[in-house]
């Protein structure tokens, strides 16, 4: 019996790839060019839909942060250019630059279309400084803001754009999608707008020819993108060419060789390939150019552990969590290793603070299930936490294996035998089930087909009696 393994992140959305001997894939909210709240930064050429301006992020009005002296008209001038400037704001400039944009909102005077990127420009700010709660009252704000600018008749490409980008912070994929084409058919050089539509289709939606095609028309506008060219990439790998998508990532790490994105996202491409020693090396040099990557810190971890080199893997996950307390993967992996170590509490303790975190991330639910059986406590809460793995991944076959295991545990043979049989249905030559109705088949009353089932387990898997075993059933 083991527990489901560990989940790498990268761009793209979830995606559960295999049972308990492979890594679980992650694929969203990658920071670099642009996280769940943030959307993309201006490339260096920038068409006219998107000039310098309309490439910040958001900004709103905070009275703690607002100075209590008026500003006079050049102050705040100064302050809505800090603010906005010419790219969004990043961990590294985020703080002053949302102070800035509290500023000149708190001044009242400045023109619709100003407020709405001040508000726009300091909900990124505020995500990256992780005050998602004031970031989304900003992101709405925006959004009223541009509602009220664009005309339907004749909607402004430029407003167009940055409604989307408020839209798509919030989670309105389709919205956003919707004013990102619009934004191309006012202006169909909008190279910017192809790349975020291109990201968002790719990301949200998992639709990569469509995303690609966006990306070959952003990089007809400006071949030198590296941002297009590390999407692309990532879009062809997605799609099973590596060849292209790999040509995509070192043709963006020429280009930009200290950018920390490039090499996260080539780092995952290798992961993709069993690459260990490659993933590896690209995420040592995203940390070299970004140490606080925490994206890249919790991948290096899933490679430390899968190496068995546990207390490397705990640093990692450890200046994660210190660094985004709020990113339920790094509890759940970290949750891993202490099982693996056997630290079952603190495993208990990192799956419930991954599952307050991401209410739906049935992964930590079956393992915490797991782990509370393994050591004879809560084997009603254990079935509880197997209940909700069950109905949020209804098809995963790890899923039988664990409740079966928490029935054996409970003194239930007959409804062990439902969840192995339902396992075996699908994949009959799945050597933990066999063993386990091998198991439940012996306390039914049947010794003769529970020692057949374990005898074609052991045959199929050798030490599958002792991984029971270690466990505490025999």
Not at 216 to 221: E, F, G
Not at 433 to 445: D, E, F, Q, T, W
Request: aromatic share 8%; proline share 5%.
């Amino acid at each position: 019996m083991s527990p489901f393994k560990l989940i790498v992140v990268s761009i793209a959305g979830l995606a559960v790839a295999g049972v308990a001997t492979v890594l679980v894939v992650g694929y969203e909210n990658l920071p670099g060019r642009r996280n769940a709240a943030a959307p993309a930064a201006a490339p260096a050429a920038t068409p006219a839909v998107v000039p310098a301006s309309a490439t910040a992020s958001a900004a709103s009005n905070s009275p703690a942060t607002s100075s209590t002296t008026p500003l006079d008209a050049a102050a705040i001038q100064a302050a809505y250019e800090t603010c906005v400037q010419k790219a969004f704001p990043t961990r590294a400039d985020a703080a002053p630059r949302a102070a800035a944009c509290s500023r000149a909102l708190g001044s009242h005077q400045l023109k619709p279309d100003e407020v709405a990127l001040a508000r726009l420009t300091r909900g990124i700010a505020r995500v990256a400084l992780g005050d998602k709660v004031m970031a989304s009252e900003d992101y709405l704000e925006a959004i009223k803001h541009y509602d009220r600018l664009i005309n339907p008749a004749n909607p402004d490409a430029l407003n167009l754009f940055r409604r989307a980008a408020a839209l798509e912070a919030i989670g309105e994929t389709d919205k956003a999608l919707a004013d990102y084409g619009d934004a191309i058919k006012a202006d169909p050089d909008a190279s910017l707008a192809f790349l975020n539509r291109g990201i968002l289709l790719a990301t949200r939606k998992r639709s990569y020819d469509r995303a690609i095609q966006d990306f070959d028309r952003v990089l007809v506008l400006v071949p030198d993108n590296v941002e297009a060219l590390i999407s692309r990439g990532d879009a062809f790998i997605h799609l099973g060419d590596f060849g292209r998508g790999m040509a995509d990532l070192d043709r963006a790490i020429a280009l930009s060789p200290e950018n920390a994105y490039a090499y996260l996202v080539r780092g995952l491409a290798y992961a993709r390939r069993d690459d260990a020693r490659a993933a590896m090396s690209d995420y040592d040099t995203t940390l070299k150019y970004d140490p606080n990557n925490v994206y890249a810190l919790v991948n290096r971890a899933a490679l430390f552990s899968l190496d068995r080199k546990p207390d490397l893997a705990l640093k990692d996950l450890d200046r994660a969590i210190l660094l985004d307390p709020t990113f339920a993967r790094a509890f759940y992996n970290r949750g891993y290793v202490y099982f693996m170590q056997k630290s079952y509490d603190k495993a208990i303790e990192d799956y419930g603070a991954a599952i307050a975190l991401d209410p739906e991330m049935g992964l930590a639910y079956n393992n915490r299930g797991l782990t509370r059986a393994i050591t004879d406590r809560d084997l009603t809460q254990a079935l509880n936490d197997s209940d909700m793995a069950l109905k949020l991944m209804p098809t995963n076959l790890e899923v039988r294996d664990t409740r079966a295991f928490i029935y054996l545990k409970l003194g239930e043979p007959t409804q062990a035998l439902k969840e192995y049989n339902e396992a075996l249905d699908i994949d009959p030559n799945r050597a933990i089930s066999l063993y386990g109705r091998g198991l439940a088949k012996i306390r039914a009353g049947d010794p003769a087909g529970g020692k057949a089932d374990q005898a074609a387990a052991e045959t199929l898997y050798p030490e599958v009696a002792q991984q029971f075993s270690m466990y505490g059933l025999d």
